[in-house]
């Protein structure tokens, strides 16, 4: 399994940014994917879920309205959708879908749970 990350980059505070994830190794329609991020100094802070066929969709209140996620099952590919960026969204951001079955929104408590990206960062800053 696979998770590819991109669109990360330097973004002045308030603008916006979409971030993908390509998937590859899975039936990817049939899994939860979850964004999920780690700010300087900080430990995992999950984002957000979406379910294998899109229909459902979950956030964190720190994220709920502003970032939006997304998935195109054809292009095997997950989308953050970030507006509204502040500086305390400076983090690395990763997807990621679970190994096992019964994680709750589809992302396991214990990182290793889970398959993971490389991350891409986002950087916000004037």
């Known amino acids: 399994v696979q998770l590819v990350e991109s669109g990360g980059g330097l973004v002045q505070p308030g603008k916006s940014l979409t971030l993908s994830c390509e998937v590859s190794?899975?039936?990817?329609?049939?899994?939860?994917m979850s964004w999920v991020r780690q700010a300087p100094g900080k430990g995992l802070e999950w984002l957000s879920s979406?379910?294998?066929?899109?229909?459902?969709?979950y956030y964190a209140d720190s994220v709920k309205g502003r970032f939006t996620i997304s998935r195109d099952n054809a292009k095997n590919t997950v989308y953050l959708q970030m507006h509204g960026l502040k500086s305390e969204d400076t983090a690395l951001y990763y997807c990621?879908?679970?190994?096992?079955?019964?994680?709750?929104?589809?992302?396991?408590?214990?990182?290793?749970?889970?398959?993971w990206g490389q991350g891409t960062q986002v950087t916000v800053s004037s």
């Open positions: 190794g899975l039936i990817f329609s049939s899994y939860y």
């Open positions: 990621t879908t679970p190994r096992i079955g019964g994680c709750d929104r589809g992302y396991c408590s214990s990182p290793t749970d889970n398959y």
């Open positions: 979406i379910y294998g066929d899109g229909s459902k969709t």
